[in-house]
């Protein structure tokens, strides 16, 4: 199983940002955890940052043919990008949104994602753990939910 985890705007300032709602888990220490999780599994993964809308769309399209699954965290484009959505239901890849925080918790306008539209899952509220319990559910998915 092949495995692509997306990170979109400011999840590269981890251990910086609002460490009482994001932790001061550094981003570094994610992707490590995120790569011994994998490699302790079997599983190939590739981790792709940006700050930048048009990146993500273009690594999501990238993927296309190349993964079998998508571990996404938009950051605050989870609310505001129809971009995002078209993109993963354009590459048809079984994805899980991942948000460190409680989402549904926090501010009214953090209550909408479109990006869940084209999800098979979504965890939110795990802190970092939530990227692994996510690798774990696309690789545990049955064929038929695929």
Same mark, same amino acid.
């Given at each position: ?21 994001? +932790?001061?888990? $550094?981003?570094?220490?994610? *992707?490590? %955890? ?8 079997? /599983? ?47 590459? +048809?890849?079984? $994805?899980?949104?991942?948000? *460190?925080? %409680? ?8 209550? /909408? ?34």
């Amino acid at each position: 199983m092949k495995i692509l985890v997306i990170n979109g705007p400011n999840i590269n300032m981890l251990g910086i940002r609002e460490p009482a709602i994001y +932790g001061r888990e $550094t981003f570094a220490t994610l *992707i490590a %955890k995120i790569q011994d999780h994998c490699a302790s599994a079997g /599983i190939q993964v590739d981790t792709y940052q940006s700050n930048h809308e048009g990146d993500l769309v273009d690594r999501i399209q990238q993927a296309y043919g190349e993964f079998d699954g998508i571990v996404i965290n938009p950051g605050a484009y989870t609310h505001t990008s129809i971009a995002l959505l078209d993109a993963l239901k354009s590459v +048809g890849i079984p $994805t899980v949104e991942v948000h *460190i925080s %409680k989402v549904e918790e926090r501010e009214d306008f953090r209550q /909408i994602s479109y990006v869940r539209y084209a999800c098979v899952h979504t965890i939110t509220g795990h802190g970092t753990d939530g990227y692994l319990e996510a690798i774990d559910y696309l690789a545990n998915m049955p064929e038929a939910e695929k």
